[in-house]
């Protein structure tokens, strides 16, 4: 029976053919222990009209190796197409998106010489939930949605990593100075998970001090945490701070399945020219090697990578005249590398993997909480409105309610205008109308909001949206 790990691989278009090649030619003469299966997906996928950029037999082999090596895709121009990034993440429930930004002063230029951050960024949630609205003529709506489950999975995956990786400290990004509930859960639990973890220092930053501060004192990071949105943008500004997007590698990280890919596109202008650098490619297989237990591999094949950078051979895209030796294509690239298997870099510091089983079962625990008393306290109800002013609003409003609710507020793009609004504050056609229990404290049903819903239909109000308002064992649960 062969002991070779199965894994899925994906050529995909553009320059992804030639680096994907060059990729494998390196990791098998290393002796990496694979039985290699081949999907199509990208462009051509597309264009034969689905729309996810993948065949759903596809989703057949990587149920089978749970392993994917993932070469750059072409996603065609024109509305309609999805993520296929995206698609794979939520599908095989990868909420761990990993980059390792480091420099390699002084073989590629790079402002930050002693640069190596790893950037940890959530996956799943977030805005990247897609969950959009055009809710009136003026006002579109994307929803933010961050749980507890999804929170701790990917900042207890932070500090395993680095714990697994023996990493000193660990930062967490958040804005939850405005957005409190969100946000402000993210950062307590970063606070309370930091706290099963003395031996690793922690802080946490609002996110754009926090990235000022990285893209100008990165040496002072190590492992960056954060949720989806500002990790996508804020893993890109690292690695091109490192010298160049090109030499960043990605794993992507579920309980059951990986993804890993450079981080680059796919580059079409430079495809079928020997041109292409293949490392980005290169070091997240690298990445796979480490996670499917094959370290000693990942090692080799890693610490021949820096020889071979060291010893000046560059492909076009980070050649430099006074630093280089020699210029070099994507497979004269990987030809080098392969001559340096089993050697090591003597200024670029040496890598040497570890194995560990244990991070994978800490990864996948979540707490367990109790169910909190939710309570009904009242409803937000958005209009589609442009007949007046907020106060003409207020004015009507106050007549429009029940025995159980009346109006408390109203609010345009999260600014109150109603009651002692300013006559400067712009207003758009979109009113969230806040109604509150009429006695203090009571609580109520459904059957109270329909009620209320009822009384605005009757009054002529394009309602839009409704939005419950509740509070969990006494605390609200709303802004």
Same mark, same amino acid.
């Given at each position: ?173 958040? +804005? *939850? &100075? =405005?957005? /409190?509930?969100?946000? %402000? ?7 309370? $998970? ?125 050649? +430099? *005249? &006074? =630093?280089? /030796?020699?210029?070099? %294509? ?7 590398? $392969? ?125 839009? +949206? ?7 064992? %006494? ?5």
């Amino acid at each position: 029976m062969s002991k070779n790990t199965p894994i899925t691989v994906a050529y995909g278009d553009g320059i992804g053919p030639e680096i994907m090649e060059a990729t494998l030619n390196i990791i098998t003469s290393a002796g990496a222990e694979l039985d290699i299966e081949t999907i199509e997906i990208g462009e051509q996928v597309y264009l034969r009209g689905n729309l996810a950029g993948i065949e759903p037999s596809a989703w057949d082999s990587l149920r089978r190796t749970k392993v994917f090596l993932k070469a750059p895709i072409t996603t065609p121009q024109g509305g309609g197409y999805k993520s296929l990034n995206v698609t794979t993440r939520k599908t095989l429930g990868l909420y761990a998106n990993v980059r390792p930004c480091i420099s390699y002063h002084p073989y590629v230029s790079t402002k930050h010489p002693v640069m190596d951050v790893v950037i940890v960024r959530e996956n799943e949630e977030d805005l990247y939930a897609g969950i959009e609205y055009r809710q009136t003529q003026d006002v579109y709506q994307c929803l933010k949605l961050i749980s507890r489950p999804g929170s701790e999975k990917i900042i207890r995956y932070a500090f395993e990593y680095a714990v697994y990786n023996n990493r000193k400290k660990v930062t967490c990004f958040v +804005k *939850d &100075n =405005i957005m /409190k509930l969100t946000d %402000g859960l993210f950062h307590k639990i970063f606070r309370d $998970i930091a706290a099963e973890y003395p031996d690793i220092e922690n802080e946490v930053w609002i996110v754009d001090i926090g990235a000022a501060k990285m893209a100008n004192t990165p040496e002072n990071f190590d492992v960056i945490v954060m949720e989806n949105l500002y990790g996508d943008i804020l893993s890109d500004v690292a690695a091109q701070i490192t010298g160049s997007v090109g030499l960043a590698g990605s794993a992507n990280i579920g309980e059951n399945f990986a993804m890993f890919e450079a981080i680059h596109g796919s580059a079409p202008r430079r495809a079928g020219q020997n041109l292409a650098n293949p490392s980005g490619l290169l070091l997240g297989g690298v990445m796979m090697l480490n996670h499917i237990g094959q370290s000693e591999i990942a090692t080799k094949v890693h610490n021949a990578w820096l020889k071979t950078l060291e010893d000046g051979i560059h492909t076009y895209d980070i050649f +430099k *005249d &006074n =630093i280089s /030796k020699e210029k070099v %294509g994507t497979k004269e690239f990987a030809k080098a590398v $392969i001559e340096r298997l089993g050697q090591v870099p003597g200024k670029l510091k040496p890598v040497k993997y570890k194995k560990s089983d244990e991070v994978k079962r800490k990864q996948a625990e979540v707490s367990k909480l109790k169910i909190q008393q939710k309570d009904l306290v009242g409803v937000d109800i958005y209009l589609d409105w442009r007949n007046g002013s907020a106060e003409d609003l207020g004015e009507i409003l106050k007549k429009v309610g029940t025995d159980n609710l009346k109006l408390g507020f109203i609010s345009n793009r999260g600014v109150k205008v109603w009651p002692d609004g300013e006559p400067e504050t712009f207003c758009t056609d979109h009113w969230r109308c806040r109604y509150v229990t009429v006695n203090s404290g009571e609580t109520i049903n459904n059957s109270d909001v329909i009620k209320l819903l009822e009384k605005f239909y009757d009054t002529g109000f394009d309602f839009i +949206k409704t939005e419950h308002i509740y509070n969990f064992d %006494g605390a609200a649960g709303y802004s």
